[in-house]
């Protein structure tokens, strides 16, 4: 998925061996060290290739290669979500400067580690967008409120499901903007078809949303979501109040987004166990009383944190400048 989707941007790509090592069962371990082992070497050799002035790691078990090979060059962690996993507390013992989407991050870190709260990048073109030409441009009323849900970039089945079990009595009281992913794309074409002509009307399904997810987010009223790092991000820069649901079959990082949102008054979070029987109550609850709606985008728009991908770039050059200064390590031989 991620070559793909730096392809579009014709950013060059190279893939390297990697496995994880935290939680794997020990029949898999040994297999997994000869992975990581296989791809420090390659991340080796493609760092002598590129020879980078800084490197920008932002978690996950592939960047633990190219933090060891590259242990000896100015870098820069980035920790997107408000908890750090074991890879990147590993990247981070290399790391001259660790930035942070919150506050909260800081005390993961140890007091000597340079740590700055840069808030979560996102992108300009999101920003772009007024809420009565997104509504227009996704074939939205003005007038009734909209229901945006999404579940992350292959999208969430719990969540699809929990949707299309209620679809029908959630159409009636909003309308849904509703980012399916491929893997249950054409179950929920199916669903669509059977719904009465009225209600296909007020149903926007889409497999996925690449120019267009700025007016999703501009034209909604409410997000019920995943709780994975970008919602520290994407929701404070719209102000849009959220119905959060935590990944339940990974680590502990989405709880902990989940909880510093709730914790502030700009969500709710749900189990995703229970969703299909607590999705319709928590819907009717919110949407039948507007003021509570917007106290929780108030809340959710103070968490925002502006220009961090420009401060992300400044610290970026800061490095490359102190690198500029430094011989490279061949030049010491």
Known sequence: MERDLVMRTRIPFQAIPAAGVHGVGWHRLPGNLVSL??????????LRTYK?????????YVGVPVAIA???????VYVPDIEPGLALK????????IAVTTPESRHYFPPQKHVVVTGYPTRAE????????????????????????????????????????NLETILTVTQVIHLTGLIDWPEVQQR?????????????????LHED?????????????RAGASTLGELPLFGLPAILVPYPYAWRYQNTNAAYLSKHGAAITLSDHTLAETLLPTLHELLNTPQRLHQMGEAMRTLAIPGAA??????IRGLAARSAKIPKREDTK
């Open 126 to 165: 999101l920003r772009g967008w007024q809420r009565e030409q997104a509504r227009q441009t996704l074939g939205l009323k003005m007038e009734d409120p909209v229901l945006l849900v999404m579940g992350g970039s292959k999208g969430a089945r719990s969540i699809n499901r929990a949707v299309l079990m």
């Open 37 to 46: 082992a296989r791809g420090t070497l390659a991340a080796r050799h493609i």
């Open 70 to 76: 590259g242990r000896f060059i100015p870098s820069l």
């Open 52 to 60: 980078p002035d800084v490197l920008l790691f932002t978690g996950g």
């Open 192 to 208: 669509t078809s059977s719904l009465p002509a009225n209600l296909q009307l007020r149903y926007h399904a889409h497999p996925y």
């Open 213 to 225: 997810i700025g007016a999703a987010f501009a034209a909604a009223d409410l997000i019920l979501c």
């Open 310 to 315: 420009a401060h992300l770039a400044d610290l």
């Open 90 to 97: 590993l990247m981070s013992r290399f790391a001259h400067i």
